[in-house]
């Protein structure tokens, strides 16, 4: 079979299943990392031949794709902030609205004055966030917690093969019997999970069946879980014109916002690239 031949079945493969543009993304992910076949190459000897054992490879991994398996799960990377990161079934892929959020405390992190900044970020999944931030402002003293040991061993290796150094925490954010043992933060950030369990159904196969869902979900009856969580705690442990950060469900960014309106917290609703109300940038005033 020739890389062209192969290239088109993944494509008439795939489209079934996610858009031209995505079905192009995805392959062209699998034949540079599985057949160490650049786009460059795929374009510039079309016909020539794919060995054996990579074709037996490659028929694995589509066959994978087809389930609904993430490519990012079968590769075992995933790309955030210009860097290559581990992911396995334990962790979220990290989103590029995410990266938007990281963005915005490396830009907040960047006009502070302070000698030493603290950052606590809630539920790091994979460390992707909490790896960018050391990574571009090494100066900050970050604690990163999860609730998911394997979480945690996957952020860990992260976290070595970045050469950034993090203190991980495994610890149920929600317990708040656990919150006295903590300092106090010039920073606070989260992607906690947001979706209300009852959007499930509607939502694409290759997420619901290999993401965590616990990273995912919260009961319908509490939407709001986590933010309430960390409206509470910052009371105490967040510092006079510190700062919160917190990606959010666009249908829910101002009852989240709300939040902190309450505590007369200064809060602004940022818009994602596709112009969605997905983060929540709060100041603490007083």
């Known amino acids: ?25 995805i392959s062209n992910m699998v034949f540079e990392s599985i057949a160490g076949i650049p786009r460059s190459a795929l374009i510039k000897d079309p016909q020539s031949a794919v060995a054996p054992h990579i074709l037996v490879n490659m028929k694995t991994c589509l066959a994978e ?31 590029p609205e995410t990266e938007e959020l990281a963005d915005a405390a490396i830009t907040w992190l960047r006009l502070q004055t302070l000698k030493l900044i603290n950052v606590l970020e809630i539920g790091t999944g994979s460390g992707a966030i909490a790896i960018a931030l050391k990574k571009l402002v090494p100066g900050i003293q970050l604690t990163a917690m999860d609730n998911s040991r394997e979480a945690l061993v996957v952020a860990a290796e992260n976290a070595r093969n970045q050469q950034t150094n993090i203190q991980f925490a495994e610890q149920d954010f929600l317990d708040e019997k656990a919150w006295d043992a903590m300092g106090s933060f010039q920073l606070i950030i989260s992607n906690p999970p947001y979706i209300p369990l009852r959007e499930k159904a509607g939502m694409d196969n290759h997420v619901t069946q290999y993401e965590p869902h616990g990273a995912l979900f919260v009961p319908d009856e509490q939407p709001l879980l986590f933010y309430e969580k960390i409206a509470a705690f910052c009371t105490h442990h967040l510092e006079i014109n510190g700062m919160v950060m917190l990606e959010t469900h666009e249908d829910l960014a101002e009852e989240t916002g709300e939040l902190f309106n309450k505590k007369q917290y200064k809060v602004t609703i940022k818009k994602d690239l596709q112009g969605k109300n997905r983060m929540l940038m709060v100041t603490r005033c007083r």
């Open 1 to 25: 079979m020739t890389v062209n031949e192969l290239y088109r079945r993944y494509l008439d493969s795939l489209q079934p299943q996610y858009t031209e543009g995505e079905a192009a993304s």
């Open 65 to 95: 794709l087809i389930a609904n398996k993430p490519v990012q799960y079968i590769l075992g990377e995933a790309w955030f902030y210009n860097m290559k990161l581990k992911v396995t079934p334990a962790v979220l892929i990290p989103r």
